[in-house]
C-alpha cells in the first residue's frame, strides 16, 4: 500500500480525531489569515488616498511626515511649478480633519444607532477647486473616485457655492448617508461641521481604513472657512508632468527651481512614507505581523500534539510494519503525507470562514479587506509548510517504535 494511501486510511478510521485535528488546522489557518488581512489592509489604508488621485509627483512640505501629521505651505510655491518646462499641470490640495455632528441617522426597530446624535465624529477632509476634480481624482478603472469625468465635473459645479461639500459613501454610518442628508430639515439641526451649517450636494467613493471613519471633499474656500486656515496655505501639490517629459527630469527641475521649504516626490516615494509610518513606524502594523507569526506557532503546536497522540496510540502498528520489514522512509512518509492531508482539510473550511468575516470587517469596521488569490495561495502553502513541520517533529516517535515491544 502506498503511503498516501494508508495516511488516508488512518485519518478515516479515527475520524473524531481527524475532525478534531482539522478543526485545529482550520482555527489556525483562520488565524493566519485574519492577520495578514488587518495587515495587508493597514498597507491599504497608507497608500489608499495617493491610489485615488492623478499625479506623476507631488509637492509637499518639508516638514511632512505621513497624512496623520501633516503641513502646508505657501501656495505660491505651486505657481514656481507651474512655470517649469514639462509640468502640464499643478492643482492644490488641502487636507486636514473637522469635526462632524452626528445627525440622528433612522434605524429599523432591530439595529441600534450607530451614533448619539448631536455628538461629534472626527472626519477627513480635501479641499480641491471645484473645476479640477476631473484632473484631481481618478475617474476610471478599480480605485475611481467618480465613475466618470462627467459626474466629476457636475459635482464641481455643485461645490462653487460655499459652505458645500460631497461626502464618501462608505464612511462609516454614523455620518449619514448622501440620501438621508441632503433632506435633513434644519428643524433636526440640519448638517453642521465644526459648528458651521454646510450642505451635502454630492456623492463619491474612495474607502475608509484605519486612518479616517469617513471623508469630505469640498472648495479651497469652503474648506478655508471650516478649518479657519489662511486661504493661502496648501498641503499637496498635484504635479502632471506634460505627454513626452521625462519625469525624471522634471522631478530634478522642480527641486532646482522650487525654495527649500518644500520636496518633490514620485508617486512611490509619497506612497513609501505612509508605508513606512504605518507598517513599521507604527504600533499597529508590527503587532499585526507578530500576531501572524503567532498564529503559524498555535497551528504548529497544536497539530504536533494532535499528531504525537495519534503516533502513540498508533505505535504497535507502525512498531508491526517496522518488522514486516517496511523501511524507516515509507513509515516516515505516511507521517508525512497524514499531516499534508490533514492542511488540505483544514485550509477548506478556514479560508470560507476568512472571506465570511473579512466581509463582516469590511460592512462593520470599514476596512479595505479583501481575499485576493495570491494571498490565498500564500496562506495555503504557509498551512501545508506548518503541517509537513508538524509531521516532521512528531516523526521521530515513529522511528522509536521497537518491534521488540510487541512481544
Known amino acids: 500500500m502506498r503511503p498516501v494511501a494508508l495516511a488516508w486510511a488512518n485519518l478515516r478510521h479515527h475520524r473524531t480525531r481527524t475532525l478534531i485535528a482539522v478543526t485545529g ?42 497624512l496623520t501629521r501633516l503641513r502646508a505651505f505657501p501656495r505660491g510655491r505651486l505657481a514656481a511649478a507651474a512655470a517649469v518646462p514639462g509640468v502640464a499641470d499643478v492643482d492644490p490640495m488641502a487636507v486636514g480633519a473637522g469635526n462632524w455632528r452626528n445627525p440622528e441617522v433612522p434605524t429599523a426597530w432591530w439595529e441600534s444607532a450607530p451614533a448619539v446624535p448631536g455628538s461629534g465624529s472626527s472626519i477627513f477632509m480635501l479641499g480641491v477647486p471645484p473645476a479640477a476634480l476631473p484632473r ?32 464618501d459613501r462608505t464612511s462609516r454610518p454614523e455620518f449619514g448617508r448622501y440620501d438621508f442628508l441632503r433632506t435633513l430639515p434644519a428643524d433636526r439641526g440640519g448638517t453642521r461641521l465644526n459648528g458651521r451649517r454646510v450642505e451635502v450636494v454630492g456623492e463619491f467613493e474612495l474607502g475608509t481604513g484605519f486612518n479616517w471613519k469617513g471623508m469630505l471633499i469640498t472648495s479651497e474656500e469652503t474648506f478655508a472657512a471650516l478649518t479657519f486656515r489662511p486661504a493661502d496655505d496648501v498641503t499637496f501639490g498635484l504635479v502632471k508632468v506634460a505627454p513626452g517629459a521625462d519625469p525624471a527630469a522634471v522631478r530634478t527641475a522642480l527641486a532646482a527651481a522650487l525654495p527649500d521649504d518644500v520636496m518633490v516626490l514620485t508617486r512611490d516615494e509619497a506612497a513609501a512614507v505612509e508605508t513606512a509610518y504605518w507598517v513599521s513606524g507604527n504600533a499597529l502594523g508590527q503587532l499585526l505581523a507578530a500576531g501572524a507569526v503567532l498564529a503559524v506557532a498555535v497551528g504548529v503546536i497544536f497539530l504536533y500534539q494532535m499528531m504525537s497522540a495519534d503516533i502513540r496510540n498508533q505505535l504497535a502498528e507502525y512498531a508491526t510494519a517496522k518488522a514486516l520489514g517496511y523501511r524507516p522512509g515509507y513509515t516516515s512518509a505516511v507521517v508525512l503525507w497524514q499531516a499534508g492531508l490533514l492542511a488540505l482539510l483544514g485550509f477548506v473550511p ?30 495555503l502553502l504557509l498551512t501545508v509548510g506548518m503541517c509537513v513541520g508538524s509531521g516532521l517533529l512528531a516523526v521521530r516517535k515513529v522511528h522509536a517504535a521497537d518491534p521488540a515491544s510487541l512481544f
Open 25 to 66: 488546522v482550520a482555527f489556525a489557518v483562520l488565524l493566519v489569515f485574519m492577520q495578514v488581512g488587518f495587515y495587508r489592509s493597514v498597507n491599504r489604508t497608507a497608500t489608499m488616498l495617493y491610489d485615488h488621485l492623478e499625479f506623476d509627483l507631488l509637492v509637499a512640505s518639508t516638514e511632512h511626515q505621513d
Open 136 to 167: 484631481v481624482f481618478r475617474t476610471a478603472g478599480a480605485d475611481a473616485v467618480f465613475p466618470d469625468a462627467a459626474s466629476a465635473a457636475a459635482c464641481g459645479n455643485r461645490l462653487a457655492r460655499l459652505d458645500t461639500l460631497l461626502i
Open 350 to 379: 478556514g479560508l470560507a470562514a476568512a472571506a465570511l468575516l473579512y466581509e463582516v470587517a469590511k460592512d462593520q469596521a470599514g476596512l479595505p479587506m479583501a481575499l485576493d488569490a495570491g494571498p490565498a495561495a500564500a496562506v
